[in-house]
């Protein structure tokens, strides 16, 4: 694919971590980035204005649930997905692969393509990676992303080699079905389980296609810590230096930190604001139960280091009273958590881009563990990354 709409610039470095700018059709983005996912075109909770304010810089939809509702021809129709949603922003849309996962029990996977049994109305829809790509280029998204073979990381044996080669195989077809190159950037997806073999077969087979940007798929499923990183390493010492690495569904600030180091630059995930659904918001120490007793009668902000709307706005107390009971509790705890998210993207890039990368994760790694504690794959991890943590970890 020698045609593409995207331009991918490492402003700066420390080791392995970069700290690059994106340009894509609708924004101009800064990384590392984490991008809220809105399914169904909307992040729960949140206007577009709202997501603006934020910073986001980058929101997700999937193929899969918009192509049932409201459909790809209406899509297309009112002029894409940034249109129907009022968001001139960055979009990326992922394949619908990830249902072969999360709704499995729906799906069938052939070499043809996985027909799914509808949620909503219970038909038969087959997605190949032919239909992925044709319905991607209605949605309009700048970033779309390869129908892949998705498993879970729990699964090991012949169906992780069988999904791989299959991946390879489809990205293609999707390469083949992609009718918008110059508006749309078209994203691999490497696959291979926790198999450093699979994975190295498979990173090799995306690079030669010369795609515009790769992600690293089938993790954050379950899999040990130790083996999660370790992919992510391996995929981002293969992948090519001067394009976008995305880590599919990485969401925890920790998880986003390492990944960084380890030279990601993109990452997506719905814990941020699930998670707010539940009254959890994150703070530098963690997270902090809203629901909890002690927090009916605490006047304080969410985080008094915080500067998002809810903080300077609202105490524990009053949003104690409305999670999970009123939609404004999990708006709110939605808004924070989603600043949280764009606070920390903004922090790892400026960090890098200032020289003090090492400084940031050791300040970041004292406030989540300041007993020392910080677990063993993140050591690991950061060892090689060429971060030195040692004073953040108790001898």
Known sequence: MKMCALKFEVLARYKRARAAKLTLPHYECLTPMFMPVGTQGSIKGLTSGQLEELGCQIVLGNTYHLALRPGAELLDAVGGLHEFMNWQRGLLTDSGGFQMVSLLHLADITEEGVTFQSPVDGKQMLLTPEESIRIQNKIGADV????????????????????????????????????????????????????????????????????????????????????????????????????????????????????????????????????????????????????????????????????????????????????????????LVSYHNVFYMMRLSNDLHTSILEGRFPEFVQDFLQKQYPKGDVPEWVCNAMDVAGVDISMCVKS
């Open 144 to 331: 779309i992303m390869a129908l892949d073979d998705v498993v879970k990381t729990t699964i090991t044996g012949p169906r992780v080699e069988e999904a791989m080669y299959r991946t390879l195989r489809w990205i293609d077809r999707c390469i083949s079905a992609h009718s918008r190159p110059r508006d749309q950037n078209l994203f691999g997806i490497v696959q291979g389980g926790l198999d450093p073999h699979l994975r190295d077969i498979c990173v090799k087979g995306m690079v030669e296609r010369n795609l515009p940007g790769y992600a690293i798929g089938g993790l954050a499923g379950g899999e040990e810590k130790d083996s999660f990183w370790r992919v992510v390493a391996q995929c981002t010492a293969g992948l090519p230096d001067d394009k976008p690495r995305y880590v599919m569904g990485v969401g925890f600030p920790l998880d986003i930190v390492v990944c960084s180091a380890l030279g990601a630059d993109m990452y997506d995930c719905v814990y941020p604001t699930r998670t707010a659904r539940f009254g959890t918001a994150l703070v530098p120490e963690g997270v902090l139960k809203l629901k909890h007793a002690s927090m009916a009668t605490d006047t304080r902000p969410i985080d008094a280091s915080c500067s998002c709307m809810v903080c300077k706005n609202y105490t524990r107390a009053y949003i104690h009273t409305l999670v999970t009971k009123e939609a404004m509790g999990s708006q």
